[in-house]
């Protein structure tokens, strides 16, 4: 019992931190920042200083093991009767949901972005062919990190929709 509270307190607040962070970032901080162009330099070299970019990853984590640990729990070691219900379906999908997303952010749009904060400091120095080039390679960066950002956002919120109404179905 003891277990099950310490796990969902984990969980449920490591999802609230890991969506809503997300979303927030996704849809204010990011436009904000692009908009603000040369300026948004020191805002994100303040957030990598305070380690956003690590925190995140790592409540992502605490999250879905967590997630795992009580799929293990409430399905008796993930026993197949458990996945039969509607609900215990929903749990693992969505589950599933959060993981592919966690994924898709860590493996294409994190890299693409980590690329385009070490870039972009250097193309004020830049000009000519070499101030071309280093353009276009930020351009396909910001696309990658976007659409990458877009489908791990979409995936997330799929999740936390699945995890909000599971015990329902
Ligand atoms: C986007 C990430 C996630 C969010 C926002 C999230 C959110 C939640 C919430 C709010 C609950 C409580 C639902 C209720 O009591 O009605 C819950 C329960 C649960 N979550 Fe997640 N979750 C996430 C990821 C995962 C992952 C990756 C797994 C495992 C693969 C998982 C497995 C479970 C299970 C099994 C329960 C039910 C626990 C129980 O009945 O005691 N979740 N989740």
């Given amino acids: 019992m003891a277990e099950l509270i310490v796990l969902r307190l984990v969980h449920?607040?490591?999802?609230?931190?890991?969506?809503?962070?997300?979303?927030?970032?996704?849809?204010?901080?990011?436009?904000?920042?692009?908009?603000?162009?040369?300026?948004?330099?020191?805002?994100m070299a303040e957030l990598m200083r305070r380690k956003l970019f690590t925190v995140l990853p790592v409540v992502a984590l605490l999250t879905m093991l967590t997630g795992l640990r009580l799929l293990w729990i409430v399905s008796g070691g993930f026993g197949t009767d458990y996945f039969a219900t509607t609900s215990g379906l929903t749990?693992?999908?969505?589950?599933?949901?959060?993981?592919?997303g966690f994924l898709g952010a860590m493996f294409f749009a994190r890299p693409a972005g980590v690329r385009l904060g070490a870039l972009m400091p250097t193309?004020?120095?830049?000009?000519?062919?070499?101030?071309?080039?280093?353009?276009?390679?930020?351009?396909?960066?910001?696309?990658?990190?976007?659409?990458?950002t877009a489908i791990a956002m979409g995936l997330l919120t799929v999740s936390a929709v699945g995890m909000a109404v599971a015990r329902y179905l």
């Fill in 12 to 43: 449920v607040l490591g999802g609230i931190f890991w969506v809503g962070g997300g979303l927030y970032s996704t849809l204010f901080i990011v436009p904000a920042l692009a908009k603000a162009g040369p300026a948004a330099g020191p805002i």
């Fill in 91 to 100: 749990y693992a999908f969505s589950g599933g949901a959060s993981i592919v």
């Fill in 123 to 148: 193309l004020a120095s830049l000009t000519g062919e070499a101030r071309a080039k280093a353009e276009t390679e930020a351009a396909t960066l910001r696309n990658q990190n976007a659409r990458w």
